[in-house]
């Protein structure tokens, strides 16, 4: 976040749609791919230079252009001359901390995401920004690094799986939007397992690490959270759309995707009030640990109180103290300092102090 704001800050006083990579450079190089398709052909390739797309520009086939890597500002500029994107709207795209959003412009609707996913670890989340530009026949998307969650996608085109190959490029930037909202799922389900293990750990012996993975979860769910309630404006514009780039058969689809958001903000809310309890518990756990401890010790104390009394009492060394010369003066202060504690413990179990 400090790196962040840190980039952000190189853009003070330029004009605006100055195009300017703010975030972390997630790619050494620039890779662009594309999907060519319809109902009876498909055809994938990789691009080396961003010229080789012009053709497909004006193809009756919907064309799908993903590019990974936005810190080549030149290709992101190409890209907005070629399919003639306005600077602004470029801007956002090499600016990795948008909020999500959509705009609807005359010639395409731009749509800014947040994309989720685990981490090498296998443990931690991670995200990027995903941007989608949906024009009459084609769809850009801007990945900030390799790798992403469409595989599943990439597969139903080149099997012809489904209806995507006979539908539109509207259906292909909702295909997009739906994996993404989809995997929000595989995260959640992720967390669920890692709150019933951190009910296990409360349950038996919690330690700093239980609350280090409580922190960590309540961090990420509320950068989840950030991120997915802007979604449901994003689909909910869409569905209310009135550009012929989203056709009407599109509106189930949407409202059906509109149902997913809700669901997934309803879980993330749902996990953010049970980390908060959970947080509460392990607090409540410590301080009760600490409780017993503090009895524990309180009852010695009390108990070597009188005990310390009668040996200070029997130290000194007072010329005329009688039970000094008494043969039996030594077993009987053993018998007494006995006697008093075994009182006093009797008398604090039956209190039910400890």
Do not use: C
Request: proline residues 3%.
């Amino acid at each position: 976040m400090d790196i962040l704001f840190k980039r952000a800050s190189e853009k003070a006083g330029l004009p605006p749609g100055t195009i300017v990579h703010v975030g972390e450079k997630k790619s050494e190089t620039v890779e662009i791919s594309l999907i060519d398709y319809d109902a009876t052909s498909h055809r994938e390739m990789d691009v080396k230079n961003i010229e080789d797309v012009l053709p497909f520009k004006e193809t009756p086939a919907v064309t799908w252009v993903n590019i990974d890597g936005l810190h080549d500002v030149d290709i992101i500029e190409k890209v907005g001359g070629y399919f003639n994107i306005h600077p602004l709207v470029l801007e956002d795209i090499v600016h990795t901390g948008q909020r999500p959003k959509f705009e609807e412009l005359e010639e395409y609707i731009f749509v800014i995401l947040r994309m989720f996913y685990f981490g090498t670890d296998g443990e931690s989340i991670e995200s990027e920004q995903v941007s989608v530009i949906l024009g009459p026949n084609y769809v850009i998307s801007f990945q900030e690094r390799t790798g992403d969650i469409f595989n599943a996608l990439r597969e139903r085109l080149r099997n012809g799986r489904g209806r995507i190959r006979r539908m539109g490029a509207d259906y292909l930037a909702y295909s997009l939007m739906d994996s993404i909202v989809d995997n929000y799922f595989v995260i959640l389900e992720r967390y669920g397992e890692q709150v019933e293990l951190i009910e296990e750990e409360l349950a038996k012996q919690p330690d700093t690490g239980t609350m280090a993975t409580i922190h960590r979860l309540k961090k990420e769910v509320v950068m989840l959270r950030k991120s997915i309630w802007p979604l449901r404006e994003i689909v909910s514009g869409l569905e209310r759309s009135e550009s012929e780039l989203v056709k009407e058969s599109m509106s189930i689809f949407l409202r059906d995707l509109y149902d997913h958001t809700i669901q997934v903000i309803d879980a993330v809310e749902a996990y953010q009030d049970v980390l908060s309890g959970l947080l509460d518990l392990y607090l409540s756990s410590i301080s009760n640990r600490m409780n017993e401890v503090m009895k524990v010790l309180t009852i010695f104390a009390t108990i070597f109180i009188p005990l310390t009394f009668i040996a200070g009492i029997y130290g000194m060394n007072f010329e005329y103290m009688p039970e000094l010369k008494w043969h039996w003066a030594y077993p009987v202060f053993w018998i007494v300092i006995i006697a008093v504690s075994a009182v006093m413990l009797i008398f604090f179990r039956r209190r039910k102090w400890f």
